[in-house]
């Protein structure tokens, strides 16, 4: 007979909520099910059962503005709790990222206290800057590719090993928009490097705009590849809508017209 969780029917706590947050961040809401690996794996993190761990990420569901926009819910019994770990982590995504980290073993208390823009010493370790860099990258791929469901926004490419999770304002230039999934648009490798050079951009309608040395480019593939695009709005996320004022910084910064 199967042992049941200590923590069965025991109210969840910050941390874990924490934990799962992070996780239905990572994941695809279709797969925010009992039979997913990943679920499984949170759930013995949690000593809770698969079964709990997805009624919770369906719970961070009902709070998720896009999926209420294709008429998709998530369950309906939330707790405060919920909505207070949605709400302060839609606008703490480094602190997100360095608490589960610490919850799932990666690094101690005091460096997940470090991982935290604000509260981070000087002179970081170098195993720190490795560990920080790692867990920011490693979060936000996942949670950008399942945003898009795997699919390049402009393309429509589904080569989980072509796609790049490209940062809309750059890593180096704003270190609490490193992990921000909202600051992420899913594209394949060229089209990474011409909106990285400023050959490409998004504007607020979420349409494609390329410079003119793309549209006036002698170049058939230029042309048929690239240019085709012009205009066209790019394939909306799942969640994690990409932010206008991120967007706009882009457009004014990056974007050489």
């Known amino acids: 007979m199967t042992a049941r969780p200590t923590n069965y029917g025991k109210a969840w706590t910050r941390q874990q909520s924490i934990l799962a947050f992070e996780l239905y961040c990572r994941i695809p809401f279709q797969q925010t099910k009992a039979s997913n690996p990943e ?4 759930a013995r993190l949690l000593n809770r059962s698969p079964a709990a761990v997805a009624r919770k990420l ?4 009902a709070f998720d503005p896009e999926l209420r926009r294709r008429k998709i819910s998530g369950l309906t019994h939330t707790s405060k709790l919920d909505r207070e770990v949605w709400d302060e982590f839609h606008s703490d995504w480094p602190g997100l990222v360095a608490l ?15 991982l ?6 000087e002179g970081e370790s170098e195993r720190l800057v490795t560990v920080k860099r790692r867990m920011h990258q490693a979060f936000f791929r996942d949670a950008v590719l399942s945003a898009h469901e795997g699919i390049c926004c402009v393309t429509g490419i589904s080569i989980r090993q072509s796609l790049i999770a490209s940062h809309i304002v750059p890593w180096s230039v704003n270190e609490k928009l490193r992990a921000d999934p909202m600051n992420g648009l899913c594209l394949t490798a060229t089209f990474d490097r011409l909106f990285d050079s400023g050959l490409m951009t998004v504007e607020q309608d979420l349409t494609l705009r390329f410079s003119q040395e793309i ?9 048929e590849l690239i240019a085709v695009f012009q205009g066209l709005p790019i394939r909306r996320p799942q969640r994690f809508l990409p932010k206008e004022q991120c967007l706009k910084w882009h457009r004014e910064n990056i974007f050489v017209g």
């Open 39 to 42: 679920v499984q794996a949170v």
């Open 58 to 61: 369906g719970n961070f569901g």
């Open 100 to 114: 589960a980290g610490q919850m799932r073993g990666l690094v101690s208390y005091e460096e997940a206290e470090a």
């Open 116 to 121: 935290i823009p604000v509260k981070g010493p």
């Open 215 to 223: 549209l006036r480019a002698d170049c058939k593939p230029v042309r």
